[in-house]
Each structure stands twice: as structure tokens, then as C-alpha cells.
């Protein structure tokens, strides 16, 4: 089957109406890019320059003379956030899905896509197996997921990247080799140079892919009865999590997951809990205690576990009003008067702010919930506390760009 007509059956191709393509100048990226262009798919192309290379910023100013010989609109974004500390790799990541994330929104873009190839997902693969990763670790990457608010699609995943090199190389369509996939401080790169030595043994991308697709078979099972058990056990009460006493005659797997996905949207964190935290958490509860993990309060109530914010995690976070803050909580109430000395901020109420909400009781909301919760507050003074009876005209609402796969399973 051409190569043209594998990626049009990549998931979503067909359905986006606009779409984003992450174009880092390498063979997969430009493959991908070459593609869309032949397909005729309305595209935009961005690529993101980490500064970490001095030809970096000269590679991505080819990238975009090759769009526009292509028709293809075409933006550079730059990261300056390395400080030299830290994992390299994981903060260009981070930095990348976040910058894309916000152009493709900006930009009106229904999805990006990336240029993973189906090496990447057995050296993925193998580089999971190394540290000894479960299902969702070891199971192929997501053709299709959300994040950052946005849909990333991944159209080249059934695609060996020499398939692709060998695809430019026909059409006479040059690319750029980041010097850094020589480099073995990198695990991926190690991992990449020890495959070469697996295929004799039936072990060559084609398999370990073959396995991973698997695996994710097993994931998507799973999370069927993931969804399942979030919609009739769980639900979202002004930014805490309930879930139904039932929830303990889940399977240990399905309870894990659900227990996972709760406590990472209520503290908006990129990753749950791990796997001996979460059993620790697991034995708890079916003793009937409650806990702290991952900057949360997990606590037995009567209508079931309530997961809420932990005051602690939250007491020195402030951002000016119109933010996000807690990475999930935007506040919007009437205009203010711009005192410049003393601008409107963002804390968490704390004690000294509860006492200052006589009616709180009567949102039946526990009052250590209360205390994480956000208020309007100028210098000393709180003017609104919306979740704790005292709005002033305000009102806190939770942003739906974050964890939303998790809010997906529930039915409301």
C-alpha cells in the first residue's frame, strides 16, 4: 500500500477541518510534512526552537522556505527556559507540547500532528520495559489523544522510519540529523543503537511494535471499564472528587486507575501518583482511613471518599486575577478599581480567610476543602470567596483544558 494512502488512515486525518504540523526539520517531521502538503490537507506547520543548538534557529528557517514551496503557512516558536538543571529531554518535551499547544489554539487549529514513527514505539517500548513499567506503559503510544487542551494526532505510527527517509530520498526532499541522536548519554539513543543487535533475534521494530499494539488493545479494555465505573461511581462536586462507598468492590486495577485519575485532576498535576503509593493508598481506604497523597486530602464521609485540595500544597500559591491558578481554577467577577500598590491576587482562603465567611457552613462543602479553595484577596483584605458563601459577584469556575480525559468518563 503507498505511503501516502497509509497516513490518510491515520485516525482524525479525515475528520479536522484545520490542521497543525509539528515540523522539527527531521526526517519523520518533514516526511509528515511532505504528506499533508501531497494530500491537500489544510495545514499550518510550526516549528520550535529550543536554542539549545546553534544551527537550530538556521534549520528552522529551512523548514520554512520548504512550506512555502509547498503552500504551507509556516510559524517558529522559540523556548529559552533551559537552565542547565534538570532532565534536558522531559523539560524541551514539556516546553514543546506547551508551546504547540497554545499556537494551534491560537491559530483556530482543530489538532496537531506529530511525526512518530513505529521505531519510536518500540524503542519506547523497550525503553518502558527497562524500568519495569505496567500495561499502560509497555502499550503502543495513543494515535489520537488530548492534552494542553488540544488533539494530537500521530498518523505515521504503522511507518518504519527508514520507510519515510526512503520516501524524501524519492522525491528528492532533504532533512536535517539532530546530532544529539548520536549522543549516548541519551537512553533513547542507547536504546536505538541495541536494537540493531535484537532484529536477529525476531525482535526488530516491526515486532516490538506489534507487541505494544498488543498491549494497547488491553489498555483500551481497561479503560473501557474505567469509563464504566467513573460514570456511575464518581462525580465532581465544586472541584472535589466523590466517589460511591462501591468503589471498593472495583477490581484493584480499575479502582487503582480511577484512584489515579481522581487525585491528578483534583491536584492538576501532569502524573499520578506511582504504583506503591497508590497500593499504600488502596490498603487505606479499605481499612476505612483516610490519607494524604500527591498534595490531596482523601477522607471517609458519609456519602462516600471525598478527594479535595490539601490546604499545605496550595497556602503560598497566589496569581493575578484572570490566571489560572492551582493550574485549574479561574476566577471572573464584576471590574475592580485599579489600586497599583495593591493589586487584585489569587490565595487560597486558608483560616484566617474562612473566618471571614460566616455562611460557609451552609454550602455543605467540609470546611478543609474550604480552606484550599481560591478567594479574591487584595493585600490583607479578602473581597470574595465564592465557594465558601461570600461571592461579591464572583464566581470560581474549573478550566476545562486540564485533566480532561479524566472529567470525560463521568456522566456529570
Known amino acids: 500500500m503507498p505511503i501516502l494512502e497509509r497516513f490518510l488512515r491515520g ?28 494530500a491537500g490537507i489544510a495545514a499550518r506547520a510550526v516549528t520550535v526552537d529550543h536554542g539549545l543548538r546553534p544551527e537550530a ?32 529531554m522531559d523539560q524541551a518535551r514539556r516546553a514543546r507540547l506547551r508551546l504547540i499547544s ?13 511525526g512518530h514513527t513505529r521505531d519510536d514505539v518500540a524503542e519506547t517500548f523497550l525503553m518502558r520495559l527497562a524500568r519495569g513499567a505496567g500495561v499502560d506503559g509497555l502499550a503502543a503510544m495513543r494515535a489520537e489523544r488530548r492534552a494542553e487542551g488540544m488533539l494530537w494526532l500521530r498518523p505515521l505510527l504503522g511507518i518504519g522510519r527508514e520507510e519515510l527517509r526512503e520516501e524524501l530520498r524519492r522525491r528528492g526532499a532533504a532533512w536535517f540529523e539532530d546530532p544529539s541522536n548520536e549522543n549516548r548519554a541519551f537512553d533513547r539513543v542507547r536504546v536505538r543503537q541495541a536494537m540493531q543487535g535484537l532484529a536477529g533475534l525476531g525482535l526488530g521494530p516491526e515486532r516490538l511494535a506489534e507487541v505494544a ?34 468503589v471498593l468492590d472495583l477490581p484493584d486495577e480499575i479502582l487503582r486507575r480511577l484512584l489515579r485519575g481522581a487525585v491528578q485532576w483534583v491536584a492538576s ?3 499520578g501518583p506511582r504504583g506503591p503509593a497508590l497500593a499504600r493508598l488502596m490498603r487505606d481506604l479499605r481499612q476505612g482511613k483516610g490519607r494524604t497523597l500527591h498534595g490531596c486530602r482523601l477522607v471517609w464521609r458519609r456519602d462516600g471518599l471525598r478527594i479535595g485540595r490539601e490546604w499545605q500544597a496550595v497556602r503560598d500559591l497566589t496569581a493575578p486575577v484572570g490566571a489560572l491558578w492551582d493550574g485549574r481554577w479561574r476566577l471572573q ?43 479574591v484577596w487584595r493585600g490583607p483584605d479578602l473581597l470574595a470567596a465564592p465557594l465558601a458563601a461570600r461571592p461579591n459577584g464572583w464566581v470560581a469556575l474549573t478550566d476545562p483544558l486540564r485533566n480532561g480525559d479524566f472529567l470525560s468518563r463521568l456522566s456529570h
Open 213 to 246: 499494539g498488543h498491549l494497547a488493545e488491553v489498555r483500551a479494555a481497561l479503560d473501557a471499564q474505567l469509563h464504566e465505573a467513573a460514570r456511575t461511581l464518581v462525580r465532581v462536586d465544586r472541584g472535589d472528587v466523590l466517589m460511591a462507598p462501591g
Open 269 to 271: 498535576a501532569e502524573y
Open 102 to 114: 497554545e499556537w494551534a489554539r491560537g491559530a483556530g487549529l482543530d489538532a496537531v500532528a506529530l
Open 333 to 375: 467577577g464584576p471590574p475592580q478599581e485599579d489600586i497599583s500598590d495593591q493589586p487584585l491576587e489569587i490565595r487560597a482562603l486558608g483560616a484566617n480567610g474562612l473566618d471571614r465567611c460566616p455562611g460557609w457552613r451552609a454550602t455543605n462543602m467540609p470546611r478543609a476543602s474550604l480552606l484550599a479553595s481560591p478567594g
Open 57 to 88: 534557529a538556521a534549520e528552522a528557517l529551512e523548514v520554512g522556505r520548504v512550506c512555502t514551496r509547498l503552500g504551507v503557512p509556516h510559524d517558529i516558536l522559540r523556548w529559552e527556559g533551559w537552565d542547565g538543571r534538570g532532565n534536558l
Open 11 to 38: 485516525p482524525g486525518l479525515r475528520e479536522v477541518r484545520a490542521l497543525g504540523l509539528a515540523v522539527s526539520g527531521g526526517g519523520d517531521s518533514m516526511a509528515l510534512l511532505h504528506l499533508a502538503a501531497e
